[in-house]
């Protein structure tokens, strides 16, 4: 299935740990993306990459930390993780840097992290 | 200040019949307008997209229609189906920059 894929599901960790959210996508798009939608079910960009490189970064945490090993993989590290971490994480990807018309992301399943 | 607003914020309708969603922008300069419809659970998911010279795109049951004058936007549903019952979202993206930004979403139910 070409898709874009995101592991694990859902993710319930206490307070103070590290953890880790894997997204692969296989639709051979250049720039991929993290969103958080938190409880008022708003998205809000974290990071974008295009070919690897950092293109977004918003007001984001450094507690936060993307990597992206090649174009077709982003995952997003968090480390000392906070009760207002919790949320659903959702990776996506487009073909374009985002803004062109032909731009349209393709959305991951998403991420539930509960923090405890 | 690039804002994205959505209305009504909730909307509650009879499987079968046509509803309204509205969306107001003040993105400036405007690069394009994306519907998407979010099921519960699930990723958001593409309807249709409108640069600023059309006026109107439709996706079966789905059409959007785009007033750049008045940056407005409304995604019109006919027909309406169970399986209609997710959030729908504006997003805007605005020209020459990467970062698109998102309305809070219009949560629609359809009852039977």
């Known amino acids: 299935d070409t898709a874009v894929s995101q592991t694990p599901k859902y993710l319930v960790t206490q307070m103070g740990n590290d953890k880790s959210i894997k997204c692969e996508q296989n639709?051979?798009?250049?720039?991929m993306y993290w969103y958080k939608q938190d409880s008022k079910k708003f998205l809000k960009i974290m990071f974008s990459?295009?070919?690897?490189?950092?293109?977004i970064n918003e007001t984001v945490p450094n507690r936060f930390s993307p990597k992206s090993p090649d174009k077709a993989h982003l995952n997003l590290h968090i480390n000392s993780l906070e009760l207002g971490d919790s949320a659903v994480y959702f990776c996506?990807?487009?073909?374009?840097?985002?803004?062109?018309?032909?731009?349209?992301?393709?959305f991951g399943p998403g991420t539930r992290l509960t923090v405890l | 200040k690039n804002q994205v607003e959505q209305s009504p914020q909730s909307l509650i309708i009879l499987e079968g019949k046509n509803c309204t969603l509205q969306c107001n922008y003040t993105v400036s300069p405007f690069s394009n307008l994306r519907w998407y419809k979010q099921d519960t659970g699930r990723g958001p998911v593409s309807l249709t997209i409108?640069?600023?010279?059309?006026n109107t795109k439709s996706n079966g049951r789905y059409t959007a229609t785009l007033d750049a004058d008045t940056k407005q936007s409304s995604l019109h549903i006919t027909a309406s189906q169970l399986s209609d019952s997710a959030s729908y979202i504006c997003?805007?993206?605005?020209?020459?920059?990467?970062?698109?930004?998102f309305g809070a979403g219009t949560r629609l139910f359809v009852k039977a």
């Open positions: 990459y295009n070919n690897k490189e950092l293109i």
């Open positions: 997003v805007v993206s605005p020209a020459g920059g990467f970062k698109t930004i």
């Open positions: 409108m640069t600023f010279s059309e």
């Open positions: 639709l051979g798009h250049d720039t």
């Open positions: 996506a990807s487009s073909q374009g840097s985002g803004s062109g018309r032909t731009d349209t992301q393709y």
